[in-house]
T-cell receptor, first 114, second 115 residues
Framework: AQTVTQSQPEMSVQEAETVTLSCTYDTSENNYYLFWYKQPPSRQMILVIR??????QNATENRFSVNFQKAAKSFSLKISDSQLGDTAMYFC???????????FGTGTRLKVLA | DVKVTQSSRYLVKRTGEKVFLECVQDMDHENMFWYRQDPGLGLRLIYFSYDVKMKEKGDIPEGYSVSREKKERFSLILESASTNQTSMYLC??????????????FGAGSRLTVL
Protein backbone atom coordinates (compact mmCIF):
# COMPACT_ATOMS: atom_id res chain seq x y z
CA ALA A 1 0.00 0.00 0.00
CA GLN A 2 1.10 3.53 -0.66
CA THR A 3 1.82 5.81 2.27
CA VAL A 4 2.99 9.40 2.57
CA THR A 5 4.39 10.73 5.83
CA GLN A 6 4.93 14.34 6.80
CA SER A 7 6.53 14.35 10.22
CA GLN A 8 6.42 18.10 10.85
CA PRO A 9 2.89 19.27 11.72
CA GLU A 10 3.94 22.89 12.08
CA MET A 11 6.95 24.98 11.16
CA SER A 12 7.86 28.62 11.12
CA VAL A 13 10.52 30.60 9.29
CA GLN A 14 11.62 34.20 9.20
CA GLU A 15 10.88 36.17 6.09
CA ALA A 16 13.71 35.93 3.50
CA GLU A 17 15.14 32.78 5.06
CA THR A 18 15.12 29.22 3.74
CA VAL A 19 13.01 26.38 5.08
CA THR A 20 12.79 22.69 4.22
CA LEU A 21 9.64 20.61 4.61
CA SER A 22 10.10 16.86 4.93
CA CYS A 23 8.17 14.10 3.23
CA THR A 24 8.79 10.37 3.03
CA TYR A 25 6.73 7.93 1.05
CA ASP A 26 6.39 4.25 0.36
CA THR A 27 5.23 2.68 -2.87
CA SER A 28 5.72 -0.54 -4.77
CA GLU A 29 5.14 1.16 -8.11
CA ASN A 30 7.95 1.63 -10.63
CA ASN A 31 6.50 4.73 -12.25
CA TYR A 32 4.93 7.39 -10.11
CA TYR A 33 4.64 11.08 -9.52
CA LEU A 34 5.31 13.09 -6.40
CA PHE A 35 3.71 16.44 -5.65
CA TRP A 36 3.74 19.32 -3.25
CA TYR A 37 0.47 21.23 -2.95
CA LYS A 38 -0.03 24.49 -1.10
CA GLN A 39 -3.25 25.50 0.65
CA PRO A 40 -3.19 29.16 1.78
CA PRO A 41 -5.58 30.15 4.58
CA SER A 42 -9.16 30.15 3.28
CA ARG A 43 -8.00 29.70 -0.30
CA GLN A 44 -7.91 26.84 -2.72
CA MET A 45 -5.15 24.29 -2.91
CA ILE A 46 -2.69 24.77 -5.73
CA LEU A 47 0.18 22.75 -7.15
CA VAL A 48 3.61 23.93 -6.08
CA ILE A 49 5.83 21.41 -7.78
CA ARG A 50 5.72 17.98 -9.41
CA UNK A 51 8.42 15.35 -9.79
CA UNK A 52 8.35 12.33 -12.06
CA UNK A 53 10.06 9.45 -10.29
CA UNK A 54 12.04 8.27 -13.31
CA UNK A 55 13.67 11.69 -13.67
CA UNK A 56 16.74 11.97 -11.49
CA GLN A 57 16.99 15.73 -11.78
CA ASN A 58 15.29 17.56 -8.96
CA ALA A 59 12.34 19.71 -10.00
CA THR A 60 12.54 23.47 -9.48
CA GLU A 61 9.94 26.22 -9.72
CA ASN A 62 11.35 29.66 -8.96
CA ARG A 63 11.96 29.75 -5.17
CA PHE A 64 10.68 26.21 -4.69
CA SER A 65 12.85 23.17 -5.21
CA VAL A 66 12.78 19.55 -4.15
CA ASN A 67 15.38 17.14 -2.91
CA PHE A 68 14.26 13.82 -4.37
CA GLN A 69 16.08 10.81 -2.94
CA LYS A 70 14.51 7.84 -4.69
CA ALA A 71 16.37 5.11 -2.85
CA ALA A 72 15.52 6.65 0.50
CA LYS A 73 11.96 7.42 -0.65
CA SER A 74 12.33 11.00 0.46
CA PHE A 75 10.87 14.08 -1.22
CA SER A 76 11.55 17.28 0.69
CA LEU A 77 10.52 20.78 -0.37
CA LYS A 78 12.88 23.71 0.00
CA ILE A 79 11.52 27.23 -0.03
CA SER A 80 14.15 29.89 -0.54
CA ASP A 81 13.76 33.58 0.29
CA SER A 82 10.54 32.87 2.18
CA GLN A 83 7.75 35.41 1.72
CA LEU A 84 4.70 36.18 3.85
CA GLY A 85 2.54 34.78 1.05
CA ASP A 86 4.16 31.39 1.55
CA THR A 87 2.22 31.00 4.79
CA ALA A 88 0.02 27.98 4.11
CA MET A 89 -0.61 24.32 4.72
CA TYR A 90 1.64 22.21 2.52
CA PHE A 91 0.69 18.70 1.47
CA CYS A 92 2.98 16.10 0.00
CA UNK A 93 1.31 13.54 -2.27
CA UNK A 94 2.16 10.58 -4.46
CA UNK A 95 0.32 8.87 -7.31
CA UNK A 96 1.23 5.95 -9.58
CA UNK A 97 1.57 7.06 -13.15
CA UNK A 98 -1.70 7.02 -15.07
CA UNK A 99 -3.92 6.39 -12.06
CA UNK A 100 -6.15 8.43 -9.82
CA UNK A 101 -4.82 6.88 -6.63
CA UNK A 102 -3.34 9.95 -5.01
CA UNK A 103 -2.16 9.51 -1.45
CA PHE A 104 -1.75 12.67 0.61
CA GLY A 105 0.29 13.27 3.72
CA THR A 106 -1.22 14.89 6.78
CA GLY A 107 0.21 18.29 5.95
CA THR A 108 2.71 20.76 7.38
CA ARG A 109 1.44 24.15 8.47
CA LEU A 110 4.09 26.74 7.60
CA LYS A 111 4.06 30.23 9.02
CA VAL A 112 6.36 32.89 7.63
CA LEU A 113 7.19 35.51 10.23
CA ALA A 114 7.78 39.17 9.42
CA ASP B 1 -9.94 32.55 -13.91
CA VAL B 2 -11.77 30.17 -11.58
CA LYS B 3 -11.61 26.66 -13.05
CA VAL B 4 -13.19 24.44 -10.38
CA THR B 5 -16.17 25.99 -8.66
CA GLN B 6 -17.84 24.61 -5.56
CA SER B 7 -21.31 26.00 -5.10
CA SER B 8 -21.25 26.57 -1.36
CA ARG B 9 -18.35 27.77 0.71
CA TYR B 10 -20.05 27.27 4.08
CA LEU B 11 -23.07 25.18 4.96
CA VAL B 12 -24.80 24.41 8.23
CA LYS B 13 -27.20 21.48 8.23
CA ARG B 14 -29.11 19.48 10.78
CA THR B 15 -28.65 15.78 11.50
CA GLY B 16 -30.71 13.70 9.10
CA GLU B 17 -30.94 16.32 6.37
CA LYS B 18 -30.05 15.50 2.78
CA VAL B 19 -27.11 17.58 1.62
CA PHE B 20 -25.96 18.31 -1.91
CA LEU B 21 -22.48 19.64 -2.65
CA GLU B 22 -22.03 20.76 -6.22
CA CYS B 23 -18.82 21.07 -8.21
CA VAL B 24 -18.33 22.40 -11.73
CA GLN B 25 -15.13 22.52 -13.78
CA ASP B 26 -14.57 24.38 -17.04
CA MET B 27 -11.38 22.65 -18.21
CA ASP B 28 -13.04 19.70 -19.99
CA HIS B 29 -11.30 17.31 -17.59
CA GLU B 30 -12.34 13.68 -17.66
CA ASN B 31 -11.59 12.95 -14.02
CA MET B 32 -13.31 14.48 -11.02
CA PHE B 33 -12.83 13.80 -7.33
CA TRP B 34 -14.39 14.45 -3.97
CA TYR B 35 -12.06 14.54 -0.99
CA ARG B 36 -12.67 15.09 2.66
CA GLN B 37 -10.08 17.13 4.59
CA ASP B 38 -9.78 16.77 8.36
CA PRO B 39 -7.00 18.08 10.63
CA GLY B 40 -4.29 15.49 11.17
CA LEU B 41 -5.75 13.17 8.55
CA GLY B 42 -4.86 14.96 5.34
CA LEU B 43 -7.10 14.42 2.33
CA ARG B 44 -9.10 11.25 1.98
CA LEU B 45 -10.81 10.23 -1.23
CA ILE B 46 -14.57 9.76 -1.02
CA TYR B 47 -15.44 9.11 -4.68
CA PHE B 48 -13.82 9.41 -8.07
CA SER B 49 -15.41 9.71 -11.52
CA TYR B 50 -13.51 9.13 -14.76
CA ASP B 51 -16.41 9.75 -17.14
CA VAL B 52 -20.05 10.77 -17.26
CA LYS B 53 -22.16 8.39 -15.18
CA MET B 54 -19.04 6.47 -14.14
CA LYS B 55 -17.88 6.43 -10.54
CA GLU B 56 -15.62 4.50 -8.23
CA LYS B 57 -15.54 4.36 -4.48
CA GLY B 58 -12.60 5.88 -2.74
CA ASP B 59 -11.30 5.18 0.72
CA ILE B 60 -14.27 6.50 2.73
CA PRO B 61 -17.47 6.21 0.65
CA GLU B 62 -19.77 5.20 3.50
CA GLY B 63 -22.59 7.69 4.01
CA TYR B 64 -21.97 9.40 0.67
CA SER B 65 -23.11 9.03 -2.92
CA VAL B 66 -22.23 10.93 -6.08
CA SER B 67 -23.76 11.93 -9.38
CA ARG B 68 -22.13 12.85 -12.66
CA GLU B 69 -24.75 13.47 -15.32
CA LYS B 70 -22.61 15.94 -17.28
CA LYS B 71 -18.89 15.98 -17.83
CA GLU B 72 -18.37 19.32 -16.11
CA ARG B 73 -20.45 18.64 -13.00
CA PHE B 74 -19.83 16.26 -10.11
CA SER B 75 -22.15 16.27 -7.12
CA LEU B 76 -21.60 14.82 -3.67
CA ILE B 77 -24.69 13.74 -1.78
CA LEU B 78 -25.06 13.06 1.91
CA GLU B 79 -28.31 11.11 2.10
CA SER B 80 -28.75 11.64 5.84
CA ALA B 81 -26.18 13.97 7.33
CA SER B 82 -24.56 13.03 10.61
CA THR B 83 -22.37 15.02 12.96
CA ASN B 84 -19.31 12.95 12.05
CA GLN B 85 -19.61 14.29 8.51
CA THR B 86 -18.75 17.78 9.71
CA SER B 87 -15.69 18.54 7.64
CA MET B 88 -14.12 20.42 4.75
CA TYR B 89 -14.99 18.91 1.37
CA LEU B 90 -12.72 19.48 -1.60
CA CYS B 91 -13.61 18.89 -5.22
CA UNK B 92 -10.84 18.42 -7.76
CA UNK B 93 -10.42 17.55 -11.41
CA UNK B 94 -7.63 16.28 -13.63
CA UNK B 95 -7.10 15.44 -17.27
CA UNK B 96 -6.44 11.99 -18.64
CA UNK B 97 -3.31 11.33 -20.68
CA UNK B 98 0.41 11.75 -20.32
CA UNK B 99 0.55 15.51 -20.81
CA UNK B 100 -0.40 17.27 -17.61
CA UNK B 101 -1.76 14.03 -16.28
CA UNK B 102 -2.12 13.53 -12.59
CA UNK B 103 -2.08 17.20 -11.68
CA UNK B 104 -5.17 17.99 -9.62
CA UNK B 105 -6.96 21.32 -9.87
CA PHE B 106 -8.93 22.00 -6.71
CA GLY B 107 -11.98 24.03 -5.86
CA ALA B 108 -12.02 26.43 -2.91
CA GLY B 109 -13.69 23.89 -0.64
CA SER B 110 -17.04 23.56 1.12
CA ARG B 111 -17.01 23.64 4.88
CA LEU B 112 -19.96 21.65 6.17
CA THR B 113 -21.15 21.74 9.75
CA VAL B 114 -23.77 19.22 10.81
CA LEU B 115 -25.57 20.08 14.04
Amino acid sequence: AQTVTQSQPEMSVQEAETVTLSCTYDTSENNYYLFWYKQPPSRQMILVIRQEAYKQQNATENRFSVNFQKAAKSFSLKISDSQLGDTAMYFCASAPSGTYKYIFGTGTRLKVLA
Amino acid sequence: DVKVTQSSRYLVKRTGEKVFLECVQDMDHENMFWYRQDPGLGLRLIYFSYDVKMKEKGDIPEGYSVSREKKERFSLILESASTNQTSMYLCASSPTGTTGANVLTFGAGSRLTVL
